[in-house]
Antibody, heavy 117, light 110 residues
Framework: EVQLVESGGALVQPGGSLRLSCVAS????????MSWVRQTPGGGLECVAK????????YYVDSTRGRFTISRDNAKSSLYLQMTDLRADDTGVYYC??????????WGQGALVTVSS | QSALTQPPSASGSPGQSVTISCAGT?????????VSWYQQHPGKAPKVIIY???KRPSGVPDRFSASKSGNTASLSVSGLQVEDEADYYC??????????FGGGTKLTVL
């Protein structure tokens, strides 16, 4: 059974930093593209970052480029999202997900990030 | 503002059919057969129910079907059941490296 478990969500002040983690099991992590998907309080979904299987290719949506860094450790079956210079509009639930041919196949349960003073 | 346009709400009675649209452009839905649909129940993560325009993952009932015409994709649910009440999101490849989503449609089963 595919399992993705996120952790690291928290309340953080504007301008602060946070690191999310996602531990994967039940599938071949090292051969999959992985994505972080954000869901805003209003319900909208946005793919904020994506990484290729060996970590050599990283892609970001314009709103997070330069502030967020996606990485992975295939030996630990883990995905990370380092977020800096956080803003109020970064608030939301962050899901890690496997991406196969432009579909998000498996999702974690999500980690809540709240950016507020 | 979402990149794909969905109606905010849809509704139907048990047993009826409902269709949800997802409007894009010639650069996304119109250009690629990589349209997916996701179902999300309250407090849960989204779940893919349709991929590559009209394919259903294993375990998704055949009451769910989908299609694409030009720049617009559609999800149809026939024989509505109470458990179909959820939020539905469409997504598409848009030529870049990430996906774009619709704003979501809340389906109410009356």
């Amino acid at each position: 059974e595919v399992q993705l478990v996120e952790s690291g969500g928290a309340l953080v002040q504007p301008g602060g930093s946070l690191r999310l983690s996602c531990v994967a099991s039940g599938f071949s992590f090292s051969t999959n593209f992985m994505s972080w998907v954000r869901q805003t309080p209003g319900g909208g979904l946005e793919c904020v970052a994506k990484i290729n299987p060996d970590g050599s290719g990283k892609y970001y949506v314009d709103s997070t480029r330069g502030r967020f860094t996606i990485s992975r450790d295939n030996a630990k079956s883990s995905l990370y999202l380092q977020m800096t210079d956080l803003r109020a509009d970064d608030t939301g639930v962050y899901y890690c997900a496997t991406e196969i041919w432009w579909r998000l196949d498996s999702w974690g349960q999500g980690a809540l990030v709240t950016v507020s003073s | 503002q979402s990149a794909l346009t969905q109606p905010p709400s849809a509704s139907g009675s048990p047993g009826q059919s409902v269709t949800i649209s997802c409007a894009g452009t010639s650069s996304d839905i119109g250009a690629y057969d990589y349209v997916s649909w996701y179902q999300q129940h309250p407090g849960k993560a989204p779940k893919v129910i349709i991929y590559e325009v009209n394919k259903r993952p294993s375990g998704v009932p055949d009451r769910f079907s989908a299609s694409k015409s030009g720049n617009t994709a559609s999800l149809s649910v026939s024989g509505l059941q109470v458990e179909d009440e959820a939020d539905y999101y469409c997504s598409s490849h848009e030529g870049g490296s990430t996906l774009i989503f619709g704003g979501g449609t809340k389906l109410t089963v009356l």
